[in-house]
């Protein structure tokens, strides 16, 4: 159940089909090249130029598609993106909330909307996830040795595009994979990478179903939350990092990455689609949180997590022929479950 990459650009997405929703979010490393993770205010920034036909995905899952040469910049801040006046005025003005009954019913159906969503886009929607090693070193630093087995969760696994290429690079690795999606699970099940030797698919609701009746308690070494905590009511929020705690090994690690406040997609949500502060749905029935990094480290912390990395991603693709800028907005963070 996911939505939504650059040191040294290697994961910028882009879609020549239109009315696709597909991930153009763009990595930026957030390790030192000595191997230290950032701390206190740093910011990194590139850009590159790239000629490309883009589409740029709309809330309601309509795309603008522009062509010529598009310059994308990004840097890693501590702070959030300033808003222009017009931004301002209209998250001043979203005032009306979409009804109780509403509510109520969205998350009632929340499984039917995924499964939905998976039934109509099948395994076509996301891009395989292939920086995901590059980006997170502790997919493969965290052993204590060179034979050890890593022992992954990937919580949100949708059809697999972060696992199966995980699986390709890495031959001495575990992974457990859920996802709220049923159809989801059985696409992952139907890959003709996936082996039991390798890999255990599974369904599971974070926010009630017991991770631990999959997975040993105090087995995982690593845990990704990619574009996944977003899409979860945030009254439900901390009982799925607590279901994820309780598998990980003392020292082991969340590795996270969602959308981040003011990200160009929370601002192009038309009136009718607020749930709550910073919570919204889209017109097929999910729904998307946009995290600031204090409501983040907040929710770590209330579930017994230690903050490692905590940092804004922010990304701009500008085209100064057609007055284009699209602010992207994430957050790219690292959590630990601390020893004993």
Known sequence: MVN??????????FSKH???????????????????????????????????????????????????????????????????????????????????FKQQKLEKEAQKNWDLFYKRNTVNFFKDRHWTTREFEELRGCRESENQKLVLLEAGCGVGNCIFPLLEEERNIFVYACDFSPRAVDFVKKNPLYHEKCCKAFQCDLTKDDLAAS???????????????????????????????KVLKPGGVILFRDYGLYDHAMLRFKPGSKLGENFYVRQDGTRSFFFSKERLAELFAGAGFLTSVNEYVLRETVNKKEGLCVPRVFLQSKFWKPSR
């Open 4 to 13: 939504g990459d650059a040191h040294r650009h290697p994961g910028v997405f």
């Open 18 to 100: 239109p009315r696709r929703h597909v991930d153009i979010s763009l990595p930026v490393r957030l390790h030192q090249p000595d191997g230290a993770d950032h701390t206190g205010d740093v910011s990194q920034s590139s850009s590159l130029l790239v000629s490309e036909t883009i589409d740029l995905v709309e809330c309601d899952g309509s795309s603008i598609t522009v062509s010529c040469s598009e310059e994308l910049v990004q840097s890693v801040e501590t702070t959030l993106r300033s808003l222009t006046e017009e931004e301002l005025e209209k998250l001043k003005n979203d005032l009306s909330l979409v009804s109780d």
């Open 215 to 245: 997975i040993p308690e105090g087995s995982v070494d690593v845990a990704t939350l990619i574009f996944v905590l977003s899409a979860i009511h945030p009254e439900k929020m901390l009982l799925a990092l607590g279901n994820i705690f």
